[in-house]
């Protein structure tokens, strides 16, 4: 009996007439209610709600560890596969005749903006420090904290959870997008990736359900990454202004970011309008000039030998212990400060956390990352979206987090550098290397490269809201929908920080992760059985 043919139809209503032509209703409207009473909760109620959302975090973080770390792992070894093994390595998304709408720095330069970016310059120098003071190999005895001899496990550490679990959770939704809307015409929308496993039932209110499901995840995600931008945007004005209302006892205040908030959406908005093409994309590439930039002044001015060895040392390291890291699931006996409680709330604190940040930000970066990835081949699209964006963060790492370990391991920078908050850490070291006047012109340079990565994810994120919305139409139609999914943004990160600071971010992105994780794994399925079938019709 012959294999059936592929859906390559997914029929997904859209209003005819009225202010939401051309979208569905079910998405747009169920979307904005669900996230419309977060922030009124998060406002009206903000004691209530940061406690309530704690609570669940708790019951998350002490059942669900498991599962994110196998899922995370699952989806590496789908995309590795797929690039590796020859028949699936040269197919072409989009078709054999088609051809890249971007040029291979543009494509490379808009999905490290839009994925890696903020996240990168404020962890870059504060998680090798944090880690070079504790860290599993630590807790367990193997290494001794802030010396010598734990710098290496500091650095595998970090580039854990910033390597290919982190760019895999992205890639692999990218790809089953890509592969679905452009090899089979379906729409660009994530219920589109699940078609060989649920077919025509996505038309309706499940499809419905999947697509909410993402646009929420995907605003909690985006809200954690630009809770995190601006905070480190107010600490940067504060360096260069000096400003006393930007902080408070070294951390930015919460008007402070609500202020460097209410700028970035007002400028992402306007970039959102002009569409991919244009303002998205010369912000990427313009972002991407400044990363180099400022990883040539470390590899000049910074601890470059130590850098480039703890960065060969630390890649080595990462590669041999990946399986057990990703893969090993630490728990609590119950008892206070024993070995096995330090480690489950040290991967609680950081790997799952990681997990869940990665997860909640896939459905945008995935389809953003489907958007301009027609016409590449999946081998050349597992390297750009995977490999490199990988080796990208490696490199920051060793050299932004490698020159800070150095400066506190022999002394000379005191606890300049890990007594200052984790969103001046970075600025920290600018003034103990440079003289007040340079180290000025350098944050200058920071926060615009800050302020550039800020714009793209968010742009890009109303953008693709606004895309799942309309059921997988990638124009940027519906100018009001843009400035209105802007709004919404800008409300739920404010909401939130009143609610309780990033902390509440961070819990709500938790939450509103887990559920789109078991999406994405059926994703990872949907696109395996979807390849099967094309070689076995290929074979009939």
Known sequence: MGIQPPLTDLDIPTANSGFYEGFSKFVAIGSKLSIGALILWAIAFPDAAGSILQSIRGTIDANTGGWYLYVMAFYIVVCLALALIPSTGKIRLGGADSKPEFSSFSWFSMM?????????????????????????????????????????????????????????????????????????????????GLTPLLGKSLEGPLGHVIDIVSVIATILGVSVTLGYGVSQFAAGLYNITGMEWLMNDGNPTVVAMIVCLVIVMILSTMSALSGVGKGIKWLSNINMGLSFFILAFFLIFGSTIFALTSLAQGIWDY?????????????????????????????????????????????????????????????????????????????????????????T???????????????????????????????????????????????????????????????????????????????????????LLLAGGLGAINTAMIIGALPFSAVMALMGVSL???????TRRAKQ
Not at 369 to 375: H, V
Request: glycine share 12%; charged share 10%; aromatic share 12%.
């Open 112 to 192: 490290f903006g839009a994925g890696i970016g903020i996240g990168m310059l404020t962890y870059a120098t504060g998680e090798p420090i944090f880690h070079f003071g504790t860290n599993p190999d630590v807790i367990m005895g193997e290494t001794t904290a802030s010396s010598a001899d734990n710098v290496a496990a500091a650095m595998k550490w970090s580039f854990l959870h910033w390597g290919f679990s982190a760019c895999g959770c992205y890639a692999i939704v990218g790809l089953a997008l890509a592969f679905f809307s452009y090899s089979r015409g379906l729409p660009l929308t994530i219920r589109s």
């Open 409 to 495: 391991l022999n002394g000379s920078a005191g606890d300049a550098i890990t007594g200052a908050g984790l969103s001046s850490q970075l600025f920290a070291m600018i003034n103990f290397m440079l003289s007040p006047a340079l180290a000025t012109l350098m944050s200058c340079v920071i926060v615009v490269l800050l302020l550039t990565y800020l714009v793209t994810s968010a742009d890009s994120a109303v953008l693709i809201i606004n895309t799942i919305a309309a059921a997988g139409d990638e124009s940027p139609k519906g100018r009001i929908h843009i400035i209105t999914w802007g709004v919404i943004l800008t409300l739920v990160i404010g909401g």
């Open 319 to 407: 590669l041999v212990n990946l399986p057990s890291m990703a893969l090993t699931v630490y728990k609590g006996d119950g008892v206070e400060d024993s070995v096995a409680t330090q480690l489950a709330g040290w991967q609680g604190g950081w790997t799952i956390f990681y997990w869940a940040w990665w997860i909640a930000f896939a459905p945008f970066v995935g389809l953003f990352l489907a958007r301009i990835s027609k016409g590449r081949t999946i081998r050349e699209y597992v390297l750009g979206a995977m490999i490199v964006p990988s080796l990208m963060c490696f490199v920051w790492f060793a050299f932004a987090g490698g020159t800070a370990i150095d400066l």
């Open 528 to 534: 395996l059985k979807a390849l099967w079938n094309d």
